[in-house]
């Protein structure tokens, strides 16, 4: 119970399962105290090095970057040595005691003490006063980051990256609040307290995280058994981490897009300070003006976070929130040549406002995402030595950047907004080097995402076509039946075999294998020259190529043309032939030339009683393709029997049937039957106007046709990929499937959750799993097909962690509203949660099918 009422309490601020809201509010606890105890500790250092020379601030930076790779050296030897739980807690009890450690420094070691102290320790710190200022902001920088990266490696260690991506935003939510409340306590205390004593909140904060930390791991001793079995085999060393890098090309590419953007950050608090210098030249009003930028900054990072983080994720998807900081932040530095220099002050408050609001919410909550397709191997060494090494180095190269543009331009004897303009340029360069990486680093996201992945059965279109020819294999089974019925008939399906050069030795070695001979009517029988004969080698003879040479020419002849013209009229005339000489009749037309008896003839042979005789016409009409037989075929699409072979007739006509087909598809007043083949018939084709006229089709909504629709869709786009489908048109036949699969799960609520009713996609429901085949099977041709189907076959036949890696790819291929009505059905979820979810999007998946209607009637019309 004391679950249920706390999950329905999260619930109303972010996407939550019951069993994920006690472990969602610890960790929303850990980084809330987190972010308080870094904005506790980040004023005072900016107090105490402002201080100092302001010609030494660079060397803080140079400090941090040099000294940097020696802790992450150490910090990376201990991660993988000890279990989670030891190293973290650890690791906080150390930052406990430095901070005591700094205290009594910097109230009893400074020039300025008010403390008076004699002895030999605290006179040489204060004769070397710059030099603890100088340790702390090391530490202070250390402190940051090391208490922020294990943060999120507690949620990678109980998240998945599916709970993760869900969840994220609440925790940042929690580190804004923290850092809001933090920075406004440091800034009503300090004037009481003072800088000195500010630190020792810091103690009281880390320990409180010391008991979640505690509380967080307690009772998965098999969590850190894995994790402890996964980095065992790992290197603990700093060199190790840098050749893990070296050897990923994702990571690569990740630490320079990352490092690029902390260059454009250092460079533009550069800018910041140098306008805010210029500006307010008093300490007092400066330090008051700090305070409050920061405050604000915070706020505004609050707000944007709730209202702006969670829908630029769903709606627009990973790609578009990594560009939008770079992007904006490049034309903001544009726009500083505009300014005047009365305004710049006005315009550094804007651009380093942008840069930090960015970086407290989506860039924040996006890098961490990069980090979920990396293998469990090398992730956690990866994620130090970027968050710890590169960043601090990409910080120092930003104050190298300055030191050497301040020296070889004349930098000091140049105006305030000369100066900042100078570095307008190289913040310019680097976010455009930033946006080109941001660019490649999703294209690689995607591609990490995907190299788990792989089909566990192949498209049975493909596999058809490339391994069996069903046309072939029905006129060898008619030869077979043939020679039972009629020699004539058998040696015309030979012939018809060898014309299409099928009849390969080893068929031939097939058919001529039997008990006995076959009794046939030799050669002279096709001719039409009575008598029958024992012909035992008819097989060879006819596949030798002097005989097929001597049959076409003997067709050609006239006086063979008027005797079977004559026989055909005859036939015409409904005289006496037997049921066998009419499919003697309608087989042997195929090989003559359409002269209009002939077709006239195949007319009536089409509209014969005989169901036999009617499929060798409709093979006979497949080869002449007369316009006029197109009518008496579509009839006989009504009958099962002569079903096959009328398709496979209309087919073989090719393009320019499309718009009497059109018409047959779109006309109710034809029988169901008939109009249910037509969508094969068009994907046989495989022609653009084909695909257009299912489209539209599909855009109508019938469900009797549905089926036969998107299965033809789908054949067209797998055997001819380069086929285009308008997007829109597909998007909305998804989104009207989508909606009937929800009625399925909303019925079954109503009748108080019927156990037909699965709880995922994998379940054997065949309803849901039809309707989902569908989707997916339409999304191919939208979207990379490979992509597309690897996605639907891992999610309903792959483990939980590859479903979790489609579901994944899913979500950076698809579109917004696919995404958004999608997911709910192929999530796994529990029933009840998965009808919540339904229930609440149905009313605006309604809404946007409506709206697509009118467009779709008036486009049929």
């Not at 067709?555 to 003697?584: C, G, N, Q």
């Not at 169901?611 to 409709?618: D, E, P, Q």
Request: aromatic fraction near 10%.
């Amino acid at each position: 119970m004391p679950n249920e009422r706390l999950h329905r309490l999260l619930c109303r601020f972010t996407d939550i399962r019951p069993d994920e809201a006690e472990q969602a509010l610890q960790l929303f606890l850990y980084f809330f105290l987190t972010t308080f105890s870094i904005y506790i500790i980040k004023p005072i250092k900016e107090s105490f090095l402002i201080d100092v020379t302001p010609a030494w601030w660079p060397y803080a930076d140079f400090i941090t970057a040099g000294l940097i790779g020696f802790v992450v050296a150490f910090n990376t030897r201990l991660l993988n040595r000890w279990p989670r739980r030891k190293y973290f807690s650890w690791a906080t009890i150390s930052f406990i005691v430095l901070i005591i450690l700094f205290w009594c420094v910097f109230k009893t070691g400074a020039p300025d003490s008010p403390i008076p102290f004699t002895g030999t320790i605290i006179p040489w710190i204060q004769r070397s006063w710059p030099v603890p200022v100088f340790v702390f902001c090391f530490w202070s920088d250390i402190f940051i980051v090391m208490s922020v990266t294990h943060f999120w490696l507690a949620v990678n260690d109980v998240f998945n990256h599916r709970q993760a991506k869900r969840t994220i935003s609440f925790f940042v939510t929690g580190g804004l609040l923290g850092g809001i409340i933090g920075s406004l306590s440091a800034s009503r205390l300090a004037h009481t307290m003072g800088p000195e004593n500010l630190l020792l909140i810091g103690p009281v904060v880390l320990l409180l995280i010391l008991a979640i930390i505690n509380h967080l791991y307690a009772g998965r001793k098999k969590l850190e058994k894995d994790i402890s079995t996964e980095t065992a085999r790992m290197k603990p060393d700093y060199l190790e981490s840098l050749r893990s890098i070296r050897k990923n090309k994702y990571l690569r590419i990740l630490a320079g897009a990352i490092a690029s953007a902390i260059i454009v950050g250092s460079l533009i608090n550069t800018q910041f300070k140098i306008a805010v210098r210029q500006a307010i030249p008093t300490d007092e009003a400066r330090t008051s003006f700090l305070a409050s930028f920061f405050l604000a900054i915070l706020l505004i990072s609050a707000i944007f976070h709730l209202l702006s983080t969670g829908q630029i994720l769903k709606n627009f998807g990973i790609r578009f929130g990594l560009l939008l900081a770079p992007s904006v932040l490049c034309l903001g530095t544009l726009a500083v040549f505009l300014f005047p220099a009365a305004g710049i002050i006005a315009w550094a408050c804007f651009i380093r406002g942008s840069d930090k609001t960015f970086d407290n919410t989506i860039s924040q909550s996006l890098r961490e995402l990069l980090y979920i397709p990396i293998p469990p191997s090398i992730k956690y060494e990866a994620k130090i030595f970027i968050d710890m090494f590169v960043n601090k180095v990409a910080v120092g190269l930003g104050a190298a950047l300055f030191w050497i543009l301040y020296r070889i331009s004349s930098f000091d004897r140049i105006s305030s907004i000369e100066q900042i303009r100078q570095l307008g340029i190289l913040i310019f360069c680097f976010a455009i080097l930033s946006i080109i990486l941001i660019w490649k680093i999703h294209a690689e996201y995607l591609a990490t995402v995907k190299k788990d992945l792989s089909r566990k059965w192949q498209d049975p279109h493909k596999v058809l076509a490339e391994n069996m020819d069903v046309d072939r294999a029905r006129l060898i089974a008619d030869t077979l039946q043939s020679r039972e019925v009629s020699s004539t008939l058998y040696a015309m399906n030979l012939f018809h075999l060898i014309r299409k050069e099928t009849l390969t030795p080893e068929l031939k070695e097939f058919l001529t294998f039997r008990e006995g001979e076959v009794k046939a009517r030799s050669m002279d029988s096709l001719l039409d020259v009575a008598g029958e004969v024992f012909y035992p080698g008819i097989e060879e003879t006819l596949a030798e190529k002097e005989t097929e040479t001597m049959v076409t020419e003997i067709m050609d002849l006239d006086v063979y043309r008027k005797a079977m013209e004559a026989r055909f009229r005859a036939i015409i005339k409904d005289e006496a032939f037997t049921e066998i000489e009419r499919m003697e009749a309608a087989k042997l037309i195929g090989f003559m030339k359409p002269t209009p008896i002939v077709i006239q003839c195949l007319d009536h042979l089409l509209r014969d009683s005989s169901l036999s005789v009617i499929n060798y016409a409709l093979s006979s009409a497949a080869m002449h393709r007369c316009a006029e037989h197109v009518s008496p075929i579509i009839a006989l699409l009504e009958n099962p029997m002569s079903r096959y072979e009328a398709q496979n007739a209309l087919a073989s006509y090719g393009p320019g049937i499309e718009d009497i087909l059109r018409v047959q598809l779109q006309n109710e007043a034809y029988p169901l039957e008939v109009r249910s083949t037509i969508p094969d018939i068009l994907a046989r084709i495989g022609n653009q106007k084909a695909a257009d006229i299912l489209c539209v089709q599909l855009s109508c909504g019938n469900e009797e046709l549905e089926a036969d629709l998107v299965d033809s869709l789908y054949k067209i786009h797998s055997m001819h990929p380069k086929i285009h489908f308008k997007k829109k048109t597909i998007e909305n036949g998804v989104l009207s499937i989508v909606r009937k699969t929800y009625n399925l799960y909303l019925s079954g609520a109503e009748n108080k959750l019927s156990p037909d009713l699965p709880d995922s996609v994998s379940d054997p429901n065949p309803a849901v799993g039809i309707m989902i085949k569908r989707i997916f099977d339409l999304l191919t041709l939208i979207y990379p097909s490979d992509d597309i189907v690897k996605a639907y076959q891992n999610i309903t036949q792959g483990t939980h962690k590859k479903a979790d890696a489609s579901l994944e790819l899913l979500d950076n291929v698809l579109g917004r509203d696919i995404r958004l009505y999608l997911f709910p059905l192929i999530e796994d979820l529990p029933l009840e949660e998965r009808i919540r979810h339904l229930k609440r999007l149905v009313k605006g998946l309604d809404q946007r099918l409506v709206m697509v209607k009118p467009r779709v009637v008036g486009r049929f019309v």
